[in-house]
């Protein structure tokens, strides 16, 4: 039996599967212009299959682009809350796995601890999905990714500004760079910032990420800027953490030190007025809104990926 293609971080599909991915959603989203959301694609690749989505945490746009990323390939979702479900009744991982792995084609995970999503992969016999954990997002930096090249700026070479926490984002984000050969220089506070191993292991891969205690630094000659909540979902709003990120507020005077074509990203829900101004976030640099619906079309070709029907360019 073939072993199951997970996609728990970027590194498990690697540059070549996200290039592939990337050129597929972009090429999707273009075929389907016109088409009512709910239709499929003219080929509906995964017709017949299922989707089982398990969700530990809120969602919004990880519900809704799964659910309609495989109503789109022509597949249905089938979408489980721990508080529905024997999972919220102490039911293990384990034989969660193994009873989906009987009655669903693949599995999206989004959950707390990342450790949860490596025992579910352990032991399923179909694709599993980290569609966010702790440590970290991967479906959401394959969205990020479409939303740089479709506004036509290629990756290698690219110069990312990261202000803020060095949370789950950032770490794909991180991640992504190695792969893909891009430049990220994050701007965190003492305290906040990411941990030195991950930046180390994505500079050995081909990557140039720095960190800097300077936002200026960071969003100096940017082409695109990046944000996130500075509280996780689950935290409480501590007051401490608010103070030191404080000067990190993405602003315009900070996105004047960008290029002048520089996109700001924000994987939402926002706090406007805490981690950027209400100017950037409704601004003309901003892209937030595109890169949430680019969650349907990058998460389309991650399911395509997980289940061999889309192969990594060479």
């Excluded at 709910?38 to 799964?66: C, I, Q, Y």
């Excluded at 305290?191 to 205690?213: H, K």
């Excluded at 990203?265 to 007025?273: D, E, F, N, S, T």
Aim: glycine share 8%; aromatic share 4%.
């Amino acid at each position: 039996m073939t072993a199951a293609r997970h996609f728990l971080s970027l590194s498990d599909a690697g540059g070549d599967a996200i290039t592939a991915m990337l050129a597929d959603a972009l090429d999707r989203k273009t075929a389907r212009r016109g088409l009512p959301r709910g239709a499929a694609d003219n080929d509906a690749p995964l017709a017949g299959h299922v989707l089982g989505l398990v969700f530990e945490k809120s969602s919004t746009r990880t519900r809704v682009s799964f659910d309609i990323a495989m109503r789109q390939l022509g597949g249905t979702a089938l979408v489980l809350d721990s508080a529905t479900t024997q999972l919220g009744r102490g039911e293990s991982i384990k034989d969660t796995a193994r009873v989906l792995s009987r009655m669903v084609d693949v599995i999206a995970l989004r959950t707390d601890d990342h450790a949860k999503v490596e025992e579910l992969a352990h032991y399923a016999d179909v694709p599993v999905i980290n569609s966010l954990t702790d440590l970290s997002h991967p479906c959401q930096i394959v969205a990020d990714l479409l939303t740089v090249v479709e506004r036509g700026k290629p990756l290698p070479g690219l110069q990312v500004a990261w202000l803020g926490d060095g949370n789950n984002v950032l770490y794909s984000v991180i991640e992504a760079a190695g792969l893909m050969q891009f430049t990220v220089r994050v701007a965190s506070p003492a305290g906040y910032g990411p941990d030195e191993a991950v930046v180390a292991l994505a500079n050995r891969a081909g990557g140039n990420v720095t960190v800097t205690a300077d936002p200026q630094i960071a969003a100096k000659g940017a082409d695109v800027v990046i944000t996130d909540t500075w509280t996780s979902m689950g935290q409480s709003h501590e007051e401490q953490k608010l103070r030191a990120l404080a000067p990190f507020q993405v602003t315009a005077n900070l996105m004047r030190l960008a290029r002048p074509d520089a996109m700001f990203l924000h994987c939402l829900p926002a706090h406007v007025g805490e981690e950027v101004t209400e100017d950037v976030f409704e601004g003309a640099q901003s892209c937030v809104f595109d890169e949430a619906e680019n969650r349907i079309h990058a998460q389309k070709s991650v399911l395509l990926w997980c289940l061999g029907k889309l192969a990594a360019t060479s």
